[in-house]
């Protein structure tokens, strides 16, 4: 795909605006409503486009952006090895995942086929003024008790470590089997049948 | 005589053991003729020796009961039995029946010699006499009604006996059906009691009606709906269509059916249960009691019957009516009552025609069987049953000329023969009654006379009007013979248990009387009624003179035909048998008809065709419509989840969803 | 939330975060509904994740430690290791099959896809 000037410009806009958003975040006592609304603005910009845009290659790379918004909302809520993990894993590999899959299938480029425009007002009725509005009203109506904004976890990493070897020691090596099944399912599925 | 009055219900038994045994035999060997009269009158014989054993011990010891019974049901706490009883009224019964039976079937020997079929026939009359006896023996309500079907089934066989002709089989349709319809009351009458009494005996029925617990108005439409049942089986107006078209049959077993036996029964469950009647004190309408209906619809029937007998052609046809018409004099005596009033209102009632109904049941199974058997005698010697084709048979039939006379003048009532007692206590029960039926049964004694002299004469008097040369009458054998005398005898001597002569204890009301309630039986009554006797008298030659005027002289004074010309109307009513028959027609072609299409149309097109088939149709038509939303794309079937979990939110979640977490 | 509006807007709660995540998760499923790319489908059911975990991670910053569950202030984030993880294998295998999808059908057409059908 050519990344024309109109692409350089929005791309690059928006990195920048990334960057001043981890600056502010330091300096500015408002910094966190700023950073919040910005993240969640372009995050959920890039994933409508996501999911319009015809181009699968396109369409590929705003779901890294989505991405990378979601590791700056992660840090904006102090959960900053989580903010790394997100966007090691989600953008630097299950991304590329993606568009390895449009390779190899050759989607790139192509002009996709879409539904009829009426099943996708169905579609577009029942999930917005259905689904969405009625999560907001359940989310927005109540008052949550939570009790006081309580004091940030400093030390993240080590506490997560320690977590992952007292009370969540069995999901972790649950984990790590699922990860092996997956990797050899992927495996096994996916190469040429044994002539 | 302990055997005999430990073992009283044995009596039924022998009729019913030779019925099977025929029945059994038949089915091997369809001609097997011998056995089947051998087996028929032992048994018959058997239950006829019985019969006079235990009349014998009601008449020699009163006190000793002679009934039992078990227990055949019970459900909860509620018992049916089966039980039996002989008291004086089924014990004379008894014997009518048993003797009558053994000498129709003597008869039939000879009768039916050249019939196919005849196991078949002893069969059904061994069969019937089993049913009759049970029917006279039942103690119970549930017996009774058995009996009662079962004497219409054997009814029914013996009718359509001749299956070769499609009337027979007609008649007997129309004799089981007819019957049904006043069972069907009968049925309904019983339910009602065993409802409001829980038991179906007839003490315990009797003692609980006397005891006042049944309430008046229930217990009047009991009564009336009981009557429903004799209305239908003795042939009374308006279910006695059946009775003439029953003469299908073979001719004695009109004698012991139809004349004698089957249709006595209703006199005689009318009877066993006047404790219900005579109790029935609550007016159906105005002052007009259950007994009231009883003898009004006795009235109409005696007199319309022997209106239609009087034109008559066919020789059974004449003898039939004149059945029906017997019978409706029966059930007008047992009408009669005395009211017993105290403080202006009518407490009970004392039956006044009892005994005067019975006597003439016991004479007229005599004669009447009597009368029959001889026209089956003419039948068999002329092969033909129209009286215009009849006439001075004496000659060639004497035995049975003497006999039918003396049949013929006991039922016209001449002097001194049974049926003149017999009548004469009719007669004499309805004036003490001071009832106003008495005239119209003077008048339909008139029609009696004039209508059997009339056959007397059409068929044995004058010249012969037939086609069959002298050599081809065949004149009756002696197994023919020897019934008619035999029965020639009762015909003439029954009458003298009746009489105002007869010495107390011979005389029939002292052994059968009415004795339930509780003001007593109506009294002995001696001496002449000189109004009675006059009545009788003249009625007796008012219509037999008529008769010998018009058939008898060797120069008819009044010629018949020239009387019907100018009564045209009436003769024509009355050959067209008044029409009832042809209003059934229309009642049951039009009205039943109709409503029988309509409901035939409801239940294939509404009930099948939508209830049934539609709903089957529907479902077809449902699923094939709903199997296309199964497109096999995903994407569709996630729609519609996400459909189904908004409405499902909406539905279940509205109110929580803003409430305080 | 009580106060005026500016000051709702201002001051950052976790209702804001949740928002946020209704509207990616419903986005999320538009696209899982209305994308007839298999790859698509796809890269969708990762927005839902996403979505879920965005909302494990505000409860952990906002609720009681004590309330929370067995890891204290940081259960949610723990959660949302293990959703990323479970992702990241669902997203390998996913592709993995759409890839034999695309060798038999010959398209990625989810619509071609109705062997299924009545």
């Given at each position: 795909m050519?990344?024309r000037?109109?692409d350089?410009?929005?791309?690059?806009l928006?990195?920048?605006a990334?960057?001043?958003?981890?600056?502010?975040?330091?300096?500015?006592?408002h910094?966190?409503?700023?950073?919040?609304?910005?993240?969640?603005?372009?995050m959920?910009?890039a994933?409508?486009?996501?999911v319009v845009?015809?181009d699968?290659i396109?369409?590929?790379?705003?779901?890294?952006?989505?991405?990378?918004?979601?590791?700056?909302?992660?840090?904006?809520?102090?959960a900053?090895?989580?903010?790394?993990?997100?966007?090691?894993?989600?953008?630097?590999?299950v991304?590329?995942?993606?568009?390895?899959?449009?390779?190899?299938?050759?989607?790139?480029g192509?002009?996709?086929?879409?539904?009829?425009?009426?099943?996708?007002?169905?579609?577009?009725?029942?999930?917005?003024c259905?689904?969405?509005?009625?999560?907001?009203?359940?989310?927005?109506?109540?008052?949550?008790?939570?009790?006081?904004?309580?004091?940030?976890?400093?030390?993240?990493?080590?506490?997560i470590?320690e977590?992952?070897?007292?009370?969540?020691?069995l999901?972790?090596?649950?984990?790590?089997?699922i990860?092996?099944?997956a990797?050899?399912?992927?495996i096994?599925?996916?190469?040429?049948?044994?002539? | 005589?302990?055997?005999?009055?430990?073992?009283?219900?044995?009596?039924?038994?022998?009729?019913?053991?030779?019925?099977?045994?025929?029945?059994?035999?038949?089915?091997?060997?369809?001609?097997?003729?011998?056995?089947?009269?051998?087996?028929?009158?032992?048994?018959?014989?058997?239950?006829?020796?019985?019969?006079?054993?235990?009349?014998?011990?009601?008449?020699?010891?009163?006190?000793?009961?002679?009934?039992?019974?078990?227990r055949?049901?019970?459900?909860g706490?509620?018992?049916?039995?089966?039980?039996?009883?002989?008291?004086?009224?089924?014990?004379?019964?008894?014997?009518?029946v048993?003797?009558?039976?053994l000498?129709?079937?003597?008869?039939?020997?000879?009768?039916?010699?050249?019939?196919?079929?005849?196991?078949?026939?002893?069969?059904?009359?061994?069969?019937?006499?089993?049913?009759?006896?049970?029917?006279?023996l039942?103690?119970?309500?549930?017996?009774?009604?058995?009996g009662?079907?079962?004497?219409?089934?054997?009814?029914?066989?013996?009718?359509?006996f001749?299956t070769?002709?499609?009337?027979?089989?007609?008649?007997?349709?129309?004799?089981?059906i007819?019957?049904?319809?006043?069972?069907?009351?009968?049925?309904?009458?019983i339910?009602?009691?065993?409802?409001?009494t829980?038991?179906?005996?007839?003490?315990?029925?009797?003692?609980?009606?006397?005891?006042?617990?049944?309430?008046?108005?229930?217990?009047?439409?009991?009564?009336?709906?009981?009557?429903?049942?004799?209305?239908?089986?003795?042939?009374?107006?308006?279910?006695?269509?059946?009775?003439?078209?029953?003469?299908?049959?073979?001719t004695?077993?009109?004698?012991?059916?139809?004349?004698?036996?089957?249709?006595a029964?209703?006199v005689?469950?009318?009877?066993?249960?006047?404790p219900?009647?005579?109790?029935?004190?609550?007016?159906?309408?105005g002052?007009?009691?259950?007994?009231?209906?009883i003898?009004?619809i006795?009235?109409?029937?005696?007199?319309?019957?022997?209106a239609?007998a009087?034109?008559?052609?066919?020789?059974?046809?004449?003898?039939?009516y004149?059945?029906?018409s017997?019978?409706?004099?029966?059930?007008?005596?047992l009408?009669?009552?005395?009211?017993?009033?105290e403080?202006?209102?009518l407490?009970?009632?004392v039956?006044?025609?009892?005994?005067?109904?019975?006597?003439?049941?016991?004479?007229?199974?005599?004669?009447k069987?009597?009368?029959?058997?001889?026209?089956?005698?003419?039948?068999?010697?002329v092969?033909?049953?129209?009286?215009?084709?009849?006439?001075?048979?004496?000659?060639?039939?004497?035995?049975?000329?003497?006999?039918c006379?003396?049949?013929t003048?006991?039922?016209?009532?001449?002097p001194?023969?049974?049926?003149?007692?017999?009548?004469?206590?009719?007669?004499?029960?309805?004036?003490?009654?001071?009832?106003?039926?008495?005239?119209?049964?003077?008048?339909?004694?008139?029609?009696?006379?004039?209508?059997?002299?009339?056959?007397?004469f059409?068929?044995f008097?004058?010249?012969?009007?037939?086609?069959l040369?002298?050599?081809?009458?065949?004149?009756?054998?002696?197994a023919?013979?020897?019934?008619?005398?035999?029965l020639?005898v009762?015909?003439?001597?029954?009458?003298f248990?009746?009489?105002?002569?007869?010495?107390?204890?011979?005389?029939?009301?002292h052994?059968?009387h009415y004795?339930?309630?509780?003001?007593?039986?109506?009294?002995?009554?001696?001496?002449?009624?000189?109004?009675?006797?006059?009545?009788?008298?003249?009625?007796?030659?008012?219509?037999?003179?008529?008769?010998?005027?018009?058939?008898g002289?060797?120069?008819?004074?009044?010629?018949?035909?020239?009387?019907?010309?100018?009564?045209k109307?009436?003769?024509?009513?009355?050959?067209?048998?008044?029409?009832?028959?042809?209003?059934?027609?229309?009642?049951v072609?039009?009205?039943?008809?109709?409503v029988?299409k309509?409901?035939?149309?409801?239940?294939?097109?509404?009930?099948?065709?939508?209830?049934?088939n539609?709903l089957?149709?529907?479902?077809?038509?449902?699923s094939?419509?709903?199997?296309?939303?199964?497109?096999?794309?995903?994407?569709?079937?996630?729609?519609?989840?996400?459909?189904?979990?908004v409405?499902?939110?909406?539905?279940?979640f509205w109110?929580?969803l803003?409430q305080?977490i | 939330?009580?106060?005026?509006l500016?000051?709702?807007?201002?001051?950052i709660?976790?209702?804001?975060?949740?928002?946020v995540?209704?509207?990616?998760?419903?986005i999320?499923?538009?696209?899982?509904?209305?994308?007839?790319?298999?790859?698509?489908?796809?890269?969708?059911?990762?927005?839902?994740l996403?979505?879920?975990?965005?909302?494990?991670?505000?409860?952990?910053?906002?609720?009681?430690?004590?309330?929370a569950?067995?890891?204290?202030?940081?259960?949610?984030?723990?959660?949302?290791?293990?959703?990323?993880?479970?992702?990241?294998?669902?997203?390998?295998?996913?592709?993995?099959?759409?890839?034999?999808?695309?060798?038999?059908?010959?398209?990625m057409?989810?619509?071609?896809?109705?062997?299924?059908?009545?």
């Amino acid at each position: 795909m050519t990344l024309r000037f109109a692409d350089k410009l929005v791309f690059g806009l928006l990195f920048s605006a990334a960057f001043l958003l981890l600056i502010s975040i330091l300096l500015f006592n408002h910094g966190e409503t700023v950073a919040f609304y910005v993240l969640s603005i372009t995050m959920i910009s890039a994933a409508m486009g996501m999911v319009v845009v015809r181009d699968i290659i396109r369409s590929a790379f705003l779901l890294a952006l989505t991405f990378l918004c979601m590791g700056g909302l992660y840090v904006v809520l102090n959960a900053t090895f989580l903010a790394a993990a997100q966007i090691l894993i989600y953008a630097g590999a299950v991304a590329i995942l993606f568009v390895f899959g449009v390779m190899l299938t050759h989607q790139g480029g192509v002009d996709l086929p879409e539904h009829t425009f009426e099943f996708k007002l169905m579609t577009l009725i029942f999930v917005v003024c259905g689904l969405l509005l009625l999560l907001v009203r359940a989310v927005w109506g109540g008052m949550w008790r939570l009790g006081a904004d309580p004091m940030p976890v400093e030390n993240n990493i080590s506490k997560i470590g320690e977590l992952f070897f007292s009370t969540y020691l069995l999901p972790f090596e649950i984990a790590s089997v699922i990860l092996l099944m997956a990797l050899m399912g992927a495996i096994l599925i996916a190469r040429k049948e044994p002539a | 005589m302990e055997l005999i009055s430990q073992n009283a219900w044995l009596v039924a038994l022998f009729p019913l053991l030779a019925a099977l045994f025929i029945f059994l035999g038949a089915a091997f060997n369809r001609e097997a003729n011998k056995m089947a009269i051998t087996l028929s009158l032992l048994g018959t014989g058997f239950s006829f020796v019985w019969a006079l054993a235990l009349l014998a011990l009601r008449l020699t010891q009163p006190e000793r009961l002679l009934s039992g019974g078990f227990r055949w049901l019970s459900v909860g706490t509620q018992n049916i039995e089966v039980s039996w009883a002989i008291d004086n009224l089924s014990s004379m019964m008894l014997v009518v029946v048993t003797f009558v039976s053994l000498l129709v079937q003597i008869y039939s020997t000879e009768y039916m010699a050249h019939d196919k079929g005849v196991p078949r026939y002893y069969g059904a009359l061994s069969l019937f006499t089993f049913s009759m006896l049970l029917l006279v023996l039942a103690d119970n309500l549930m017996v009774l009604y058995a009996g009662w079907e079962l004497v219409g089934v054997s009814s029914y066989l013996l009718i359509g006996f001749y299956t070769a002709k499609p009337e027979a089989g007609i008649a007997a349709k129309k004799a089981f059906i007819v019957n049904r319809i006043g069972d069907f009351g009968f049925l309904i009458g019983i339910m009602i009691l065993f409802y409001m009494t829980r038991s179906l005996g007839f003490v315990e029925v009797s003692e609980a009606v006397i005891a006042g617990k049944i309430p008046g108005v229930t217990l009047a439409i009991a009564a009336l709906l009981l009557f429903f049942g004799p209305m239908g089986k003795s042939a009374q107006f308006p279910l006695h269509v059946w009775l003439p078209d029953a003469m299908e049959g073979p001719t004695p077993v009109s004698a012991l059916i139809h004349a004698a036996t089957m249709v006595a029964a209703g006199v005689y469950m009318v009877a066993k249960l006047m404790p219900i009647f005579a109790a029935a004190t609550t007016p159906l309408f105005g002052n007009f009691l259950v007994l009231d209906f009883i003898a009004v619809i006795g009235g109409i029937t005696a007199i319309l019957a022997a209106a239609i007998a009087v034109t008559q052609m066919d020789i059974k046809r004449v003898l039939a009516y004149s059945t029906v018409s017997q019978l409706g004099f029966m059930m007008m005596a047992l009408g009669m009552y005395q009211p017993v009033i105290e403080n202006n209102v009518l407490v009970a009632v004392v039956p006044l025609g009892y005994t005067a109904g019975i006597f003439h049941l016991f004479t007229h199974a005599f004669f009447k069987a009597m009368l029959f058997l001889c026209s089956g005698a003419v039948i068999h010697a002329v092969h033909t049953n129209d009286m215009a084709q009849m006439g001075g048979l004496r000659k060639f039939l004497p035995v049975t000329a003497w006999t039918c006379l003396i049949g013929t003048a006991s039922i016209s009532g001449f002097p001194f023969l049974a049926g003149f007692w017999s009548k004469d206590e009719l007669l004499l029960s309805m004036w003490e009654a001071h009832s106003p039926l008495f005239w119209l049964a003077a008048i339909a004694a008139v029609l009696t006379a004039f209508y059997m002299f009339r056959l007397y004469f059409m068929t044995f008097a004058g010249e012969y009007r037939g086609s069959l040369t002298p050599a081809e009458i065949h004149a009756p054998g002696w197994a023919m013979r020897l019934p008619l005398i035999i029965l020639a005898v009762p015909s003439v001597l029954a009458g003298f248990l009746g009489t105002p002569f007869t010495p107390e204890n011979w005389h029939f009301q002292h052994f059968i009387h009415y004795s339930g309630g509780q003001h007593g039986s109506a009294a002995h009554h001696a001496g002449f009624n000189m109004v009675v006797l006059g009545v009788s008298l003249t009625v007796f030659f008012v219509g037999a003179g008529l008769a010998w005027a018009m058939y008898g002289a060797a120069k008819p004074m009044i010629d018949p035909k020239a009387l019907a010309t100018k009564l045209k109307p009436l003769h024509a009513a009355s050959f067209n048998r008044f029409y009832i028959d042809d209003a059934y027609d229309f009642i049951v072609r039009v009205l039943v008809m109709s409503v029988a299409k309509i409901a035939y149309f409801i239940d294939k097109y509404i009930l099948d065709g939508m209830l049934v088939n539609g709903l089957g149709l529907f479902t077809i038509a449902g699923s094939e419509t709903l199997r296309y939303s199964q497109s096999g794309r995903i994407q569709h079937y996630l729609l519609f989840v996400i459909m189904m979990l908004v409405a499902l939110i909406l539905l279940f979640f509205w109110a929580p969803l803003g409430q305080v977490i | 939330m009580n106060g005026t509006l500016t000051q709702q807007m201002v001051h950052i709660s976790v209702q804001h975060y949740l928002v946020v995540a209704a509207i990616l998760f419903c986005i999320g499923l538009y696209g899982v509904t209305a994308s007839r790319n298999l790859i698509k489908v796809l890269m969708s059911i990762e927005l839902l994740l996403n979505a879920v975990n965005l909302n494990f991670i505000a409860f952990s910053k906002y609720i009681n430690p004590e309330a929370a569950g067995a890891g204290g202030a940081l259960t949610g984030q723990m959660v949302a290791i293990f959703v990323i993880t479970v992702a990241a294998a669902e997203a390998g295998v996913g592709l993995a099959i759409a890839l034999n999808v695309f060798k038999h059908f010959k398209t990625m057409d989810i619509d071609k896809l109705h062997l299924m059908k009545w």
